[in-house]
């Protein structure tokens, strides 16, 4: 199994290929977007600093001619297989089918509320971050951090106002939820197919989390789970230590169960990931009663559908 990546593809490498895909959707040859960064990926030996749109084009132009097939236009990239599976592990939950509410009459209606479910082929992931609400952030992961022992800073820091909803980047399930003296309130989240574990922290002091939400619970692309804050760097729960209200964003790839914890675990950088999933912000709607922010359009994405079943028929 894969013991490490280095996820180094660009923003604007990433919406191309998904641009291919999208468009190709239903054709004769669809081109699949991890198919094409994973050529790139070994034709740049995983250096996308040498990416340019042509040479995507120029692959992409040959399979739609059907002049050759993926399987040709790879078959002598001694490393094609490794990226195909390196940045499947980290891309290959956030295209697909699905179905989501839409305002009943189209997005300009100005009806009664009323909605209808579509479906979509296209990006179900969601940007961390709820649409409406600022944040600025810049590349920093690896940075040096000293709290406790020097380290690494394996995630990405996104900073925004107190209280701005934290969203669910892709279906899954809570696997952690509690705290930690360096994450403060933290969630975790595992994607169904068990390879990837989201990681998001430094949650707002008192009420870090969307009401009622537990270990366990199957949480939806886009849904509301907490909010950020400003705690960790205490081993005393529910304090605020941390200097700057952010969201730790962090996302860990899991091959093999060794790699859950410890000194193999693998965190991919995931600044031009948000800047891509920036594309599709949740909308979210606040309860004056509560004070509870929820999403506005539920989704149905067949990942979640299929997990849930598999669990309930797992319980007969």
């Known amino acids: 199994y894969i013991k490490w990546v280095e996820f180094n593809v660009t923003y604007e490498a990433m919406n191309q290929a998904y641009q291919f895909d999208v468009d190709t959707y239903g054709e004769a040859v669809h081109l699949k977007w991890v198919e094409l960064l994973a050529y790139l990926g070994a034709k740049y ?50 295209v697909g089918e699905y179905k989501i509410e839409r305002p009943a009459g189209g997005e300009e209606s100005n009806d009664t509320g009323t909605t209808e479910w579509k ?3 296209g990006l179900k992931a969601f940007n961390p971050i709820a649409k409406t609400f600022p944040y600025t952030d810049y590349d920093d992961f690896g940075v040096s951090r ?6 690494n800073h394996l995630g990405h ?12 980047v892709e279906s899954g399930y809570v696997s952690m ?8 309130w933290r969630i975790g989240i595992n994607s169904f197919d068990g390879k990837r574990y989201y990681y998001y922290a430094h949650l707002r002091q008192n009420r870090p989390y969307a009401e009622g939400l537990k270990e366990g619970d199957v949480v939806q692309a886009g849904d509301v789970i907490g909010y950020i804050g400003r705690t960790g760097y205490s081993s005393e ?20 169960e060794s790699q859950r914890e410890g000194n193999n675990e693998i965190w991919v950088n995931g600044y031009q990931l948000v800047r891509f999933l920036s594309q599709n912000r949740s909308e979210v709607k606040r ?14 994405d067949p990942a979640a559908e299929s997990y849930i079943k598999s669990q309930t028929e797992g319980k007969k």
């Open 146 to 151: 000293s709290y406790g022992y020097r380290r």
């Open 157 to 168: 820091d996104m900073m925004g106002q107190v209280g701005t909803p934290v969203i669910a």
């Open 237 to 256: 729960e529910n304090v605020n230590n941390i200097d700057e209200y952010h969201l730790h964003f962090g996302l860990q790839l899991i091959f093999d």
């Open 45 to 94: 030996g995983g250096d996308f600093t040498s990416y340019q749109a042509s040479d995507m084009e120029q692959l992409a132009e040959k399979l739609l001619a059907e002049e050759t097939t993926m399987e040709e236009a790879t078959k002598d990239m001694q490393y094609y297989a490794y990226y195909r599976q390196a940045y499947g592990a980290v891309l290959d939950g956030m």
């Open 119 to 121: 479906a979509y082929y």
């Open 177 to 184: 939820l509690g705290w930690n003296q360096y994450g403060g």
């Open 287 to 300: 309860n004056d009663d509560t004070k509870e922010w929820t999403r506005k359009y539920k989704i149905k």
